[in-house]
């Protein structure tokens, strides 16, 4: 298994400014992915997050607004940038332990409010 | 790519009684998983179940059980006993086994358990 700390837990934050979002779990994983779960919405993946290189991004999510680190097996980020009230969501950050472990394990998740 | 359906945005069931969520999906690939996650209001996900789709017979974990319908790309959820505490919105996620190797989930039922 793995425990993910995720921080923030909440903000409100003003247009136009950026967030980090911090990930971080308790054991080395191959594998660390970003969600976003718009209110009352499904969980809709942004990124891979790959350790060493650039993150392997989904369909409609960019660097330039969504960059990720991964400096290691444990912790990555995600920066939500020049934020607008569409950005306000439910960002999550979710692990699985190795390829073949098939198990996702999730962070509670930061919300965000943009103003 | 994968799509995953629920058809049932809100369910409601008495304490004790049991309740059946439906979850469709479409895909090409032979090799897959498929599962059901829980998230309440504290917003973690939680794993409820877990199908391997080369395996016929169905996934139980306790007062949780699928009905897995490999033909008919159909994935219910069947609880048992309902408590107050599976309250929450479930979601039912595809997993391919190729590189790709992410989660697709469906956009969620919500779940209301009542005395």
């Known amino acids: 298994s793995a425990v993910i700390s995720q921080k923030p837990s909440r903000d409100i934050c003003q247009r136009g400014t950026s967030l980090t979002i911090q990930c971080q779990v308790d054991?080395?994983?191959?594998?660390m992915f970003w969600y976003r779960q718009q209110p009352g919405q499904s969980l809709t993946l942004i990124a891979t997050a790959n350790q060493g290189s650039e993150a392997t991004y989904e369909s409609g999510f960019v660097i330039d607004k969504f960059p990720i680190s991964r400096p290691n097996l444990t912790f990555s980020t995600l920066t939500v940038s020049n934020m607008s009230p569409e950005d306000s969501s439910i960002y999550l950050c979710?692990?699985?332990?190795?390829?073949?472990?098939?198990?996702?394990?999730f962070g509670q998740g930061t919300r965000l409010t943009v103003v | 790519a994968q799509t995953v359906t629920q058809s049932q945005p809100e369910m409601s069931v008495q304490e004790a009684e049991t309740v059946t969520l439906s979850c469709t999906y479409d895909t090409s690939e032979n090799n897959y998983y498929l599962f059901w996650y829980k998230q309440p209001p504290s917003r973690q996900m939680i794993l409820v179940i877990r199908?391997?789709?080369?395996?016929?017979q169905n996934a139980t974990e306790n007062r949780f059980s699928v009905n897995f319908q490999k033909a008919a790309k159909s994935f219910s959820l069947k609880i048992s006993d309902s408590q107050l505490g599976d309250t929450a919105m479930y979601f039912c996620?595809?997993?391919?086994?190729?590189?790709?190797?992410?989660?697709?989930f469906g956009t969620g039922t919500r779940l209301q358990v009542t005395l």
């Open positions: 996620a595809f997993l391919d086994t190729g590189t790709a190797s992410k989660l697709t």
């Open positions: 979710s692990v699985r332990t190795g390829e073949w472990n098939t198990e996702a394990f």
């Open positions: 199908q391997e789709a080369y395996k016929q």
């Open positions: 054991s080395q994983v191959t594998m």
